[in-house]
């Protein structure tokens, strides 16, 4: 089992950057497959991004391409997902997830964190 603390979320202007963290408990940080997913009001949950348990393979919603990127540091235990280019429909409550045995691109996770807000004024 793994625990995830997301930090990092905030209010930022339109056109600026924010980098969110997420730092996972235990030791076996590189057996899974890190994902960040977001939720706006009154929508459904999204995928963000994802990345493989080395690092080597990512994948990207359409929307954010280009603009954000997913890494991973495994001897810190901790995934980042850097957000520039920001625009108001990035608004939204991030959260990353965690899976010790699926793909990057099954879009399944087991184990989420908490949430951060990130609000971007237009």
């Known amino acids: 089992q793994v625990r995830l603390v997301e930090s990092g979320g905030g209010l930022v202007q339109a056109g600026g950057s924010l980098r969110l963290s997420c730092a996972a408990s235990?030791?076996?940080?590189?057996?899974?497959?890190m994902g960040w997913f977001r939720q706006a009001p009154g929508k459904e949950r999204e995928f963000v991004a994802a990345?493989?348990?080395?690092?080597?393979?990512?994948s990207y919603a359409d929307s954010v391409k280009g603009r954000f990127t997913i890494s991973r540091d495994n001897a810190k235990n901790t995934a980042y997902l850097q957000m520039n280019s920001l625009k108001p429909e990035d608004t939204a409550v991030y959260y990353c997830?965690?899976?010790?045995?699926?793909?990057?691109?099954?879009?399944?996770?087991?184990?989420w964190g908490q949430g951060s807000q990130v609000t971007v004024s237009s």
């Open positions: 990345i493989s348990r080395s690092g080597g393979i990512t």
């Open positions: 997830a965690a899976d010790p045995l699926r793909g990057v691109d099954s879009g399944e996770y087991d184990y």
């Open positions: 235990g030791r076996t940080f590189n057996n899974y497959v």
